[in-house]
């Protein structure tokens, strides 16, 4: 985790006579704090409150409010609320000179110029710095190595599920983006509610219906009692009709004599349905919602890569053993039993 040492009054200085590159000893001495060599000679005088060493042959002297960096390659500056971002390859030193903020590191190589207002913040591997235009305050986000990802043009920024970072703009509007500071879309009306896969879930104030926006195909679907269930978005669309949505956009509706069973391992489990709502058939399709086995079992019991175990007639204890793939068909009938199990293998029962 990052943290951010806050230090006041900071002053740089660098030193000729000195290799402040080399290992330094924190002393004390009289009650006051300096640093030694390995010579045990002075090299920065006891008159601190204490001393500390930070990183890349930097070290920190406290003297009331007062606040020195000492290191070997750092110029001679003077700033105000400055301090040290640890947590990174290359640690750096963020530093308020004339009230703007910018980064250096602690050999002195400037990494982002001094125009920010405020303090970065971490945002995972990222900072987000803010800059005053006026009266506007903008945000923009930026890698440590001083790297624009997004412009600072944003009233908010944050990250997003694990793929996307949500910005709001001065007027409202929201942008999706992603870690690359990509916009991938703009919303004017409705606020982006969630994000999980290739879908955007988008809603207006606290209305039921939401809009799904899917990502591949670029398409808007409009649905309530929204869920998500491995890969496919499924609710009721405005008639009333439960659909699903693929990744790529494509839509299925079940019809009135149909019930969706269950989602798993990338595959949709469907049947039809009697007066009493007990399942007579039952269909199998992939996450494009293409037919796998058409309706011509009564019962689809498990399935695993293109091996699926199937009941032909719920009546008889039988099950066989169907293959999917570029030769789809049966491999096994009339068993008793039949279990799918890791790395290819299944278990047989038979009389």
């Known amino acids: 985790m990052r943290q951010l040492i806050p230090l006041s009054f900071l002053f740089l200085f660098f030193s000729c006579s000195h290799n402040l590159g080399q290992h330094l000893v924190p002393t004390q001495k009289e009650g006051r704090w300096g640093l030694t060599d390995a010579a045990q000679e002075v090299v920065i005088p006891f008159e601190h409150d204490r001393v500390r060493y930070l990183a890349d042959g ?16 750092l110029q001679k500056k003077i700033f105000r ?4 971002l640890k947590g990174t390859e290359h640690t750096l030193v963020l530093a308020n000179e004339k009230g703007h903020y910018g980064l250096v590191t602690t050999k002195g ?77 703009e919303v004017q009306d409705e606020v982006i509610d969630w994000v999980v896969g290739g879908f955007v879930v988008m809603r207006n104030g606290e209305e039921e219906i939401k809009k799904v926006y899917v990502r591949e195909s670029r398409e808007i679907f409009s649905l309530k009692n929204i869920e998500y269930h491995d890969g496919m978005m499924t609710g009721y669309d405005s008639l009333e009709v439960f659909s699903m949505i693929s990744p790529k956009g494509k839509v ?40 796998l086995i058409p ?31 570029e030769n789809p068909g049966l491999l096994l009938e009339g068993k008793e039993r039949i279990e799918l199990y890791d790395h290819g293998w299944l278990r047989v029962y038979r009389k």
């Open 81 to 84: 609320d400055a301090g040290l």
């Open 295 to 325: 309706a011509e079992f009564d019962h689809i019991i498990d399935w695993d890569g293109e091996r699926v175990v199937v009941q032909p007639n719920r009546r008889e204890e039988r099950y066989s053993l169907y293959q999917l793939g």
């Open 58 to 73: 930097v070290y920190a002297a406290w003297k009331g409010e007062e606040v020195r960096l000492y290191g070997h390659q």
């Open 109 to 185: 190589k400037r990494v982002l110029p001094f125009q920010f207002c405020a303090p970065p913040r971490a945002l995972d591997d990222k900072l987000l710095l803010a800059v005053q235009k006026g009266a506007q305050i903008d945000f923009g986000l930026y890698t440590l190595e001083g790297k624009n990802i997004i412009p600072p043009q944003y009233y908010s920024i944050q990250k997003w599920g694990d793929s996307f970072y949500k910005a709001q703009s001065q007027s409202g509007s929201e942008v999706l983006l992603d870690l690359n500071g990509n916009i991938l879309m």
């Open 252 to 291: 299925f509706h079940l019809d009135s004599d149909q019930k969706l069973v269950r989602i798993d391992e990338e595959k949709i489990l469907i049947c039809t349905v009697d007066k009493n709502q007990e399942c007579k058939k039952e269909v199998l399709l992939d996450q494009d919602l293409n037919v």
